[in-house]
């Protein structure tokens, strides 16, 4: 069993096993545990190595001979979790142990950290990871002076109006006040269910830290929510208009990043390749960080679309 590479169905999968190896492994991250992926995806399935030497959370979709490998909204990434960076897998195996037929769509990111040896399918994609051993002063040195500027303004009026978010639905809410600012559709309604049932649970059970910026009345204008791993926290934001305009996010990071500087803690603030958005991201000091993003599809088109949609 030792190098064997199975396939598992959720009733099959032993929980305690398989979160004492996320949370032991290199790439530790608060995605891959069993508790979120229960609240985050519709249904999961996992590649077990071995005795649960590694790990790998799998959703997987099926509609007859055509099969949809895909990660839900909101989870950036979801490879192998492993304790030992020398442990590769082979695609091949992969793909053998799902027992995948000629019609099917594989949409995978590489967990930062380990390596799966993938086919001319693969591309390469960026996140920003920030250290936190650091003291303070320390890691504010390191912003760029645009970052800098902003936080001064925002200090001015709005340092002392951080406080601790009860409402979940404050952050969906806020999430498709931006979306429609921005022209976009709002986000489903199963999908603002799955964040709102994240950020009860994990607040709930410690698993996370929730802040919102209020503006003079009192109202909610940007929030963060910050899912803590053992050594891993990844950002969750959201804002408005007048939260953008009052500088709402520079704030709530810098106040985690105040909050927690000088721990074994790493900030990752999930992507993103849009370049807005990674620029926010490496203004902090955050390193960029690159994995592999795997894509390969034989289905028809609406075939995709029904399994997506399933």
């Not at 603030?269 to 926010?280: D, L, P, R, V, Y």
Request: hydrophobic share 35%; net charge positive; aromatic share 12%.
């Amino acid at each position: 069993m030792t190098n064997q590479l199975r396939f598992l169905n959720r009733i099959e999968i032993d929980d305690v096993k398989w979160d004492h190896c996320v949370q032991t492994s290199i790439n530790e991250n608060p995605m891959g545990y069993s508790w979120f992926l229960d609240i985050m995806t519709q249904k999961w399935e996992g590649l077990v190595l071995g005795d649960y030497t590694a790990v790998m959370p799998i959703e997987f979709r099926k509609i007859g001979p055509f099969s949809l490998i895909e990660q839900s909204a909101y989870i950036q990434f979801n490879g192998f979790y492993a304790d030992n960076n020398k442990i590769q897998i082979d695609f091949s195996k992969i793909s053998n142990a799902l027992n995948l037929s000629r019609w099917h769509t594989i949409n995978l990111a590489e967990v930062p950290g380990f390596k799966i040896i993938s086919d001319s399918n693969s591309s390469k994609k960026s996140s920003f990871i920030l250290d936190l051993n650091k003291s303070y002063p320390e890691i504010y040195n390191a912003y760029n002076n645009s970052h800098k500027k902003n936080l001064r303004r925002f200090v001015r009026k709005y340092e002392k109006r951080i406080v601790e978010e009860k409402n979940a639905s404050t952050f969906t809410r806020l999430k498709n006040d931006m979306t429609t600012l921005r022209g976009l559709k709002p986000i489903k309604t199963k999908i603002s269910n799955r964040l709102e049932s994240l950020i009860e649970f994990s607040t709930k059970n410690n698993f996370g830290e929730y802040y919102s910026v209020l503006n003079n009345d009192n109202k909610p204008v940007g929030c963060a929510f910050f899912l803590n791993g053992i050594n891993r926290s990844i950002i969750f934001s959201a804002s408005n208009n007048e939260g953008r305009e009052t500088q709402a996010a520079f704030g709530l990071v810098d106040y985690f990043i105040q909050k927690h500087a000088g721990s074994n803690k790493k900030l990752d603030f999930a992507g993103s390749m849009i370049k807005g958005i990674a620029e926010f991201n490496k203004g902090f000091g955050a390193d960029e960080v690159h994995y592999n993003y795997i894509y390969k599809n034989t289905n028809p088109k609406f075939i995709l679309k029904l399994l997506r949609n399933a």
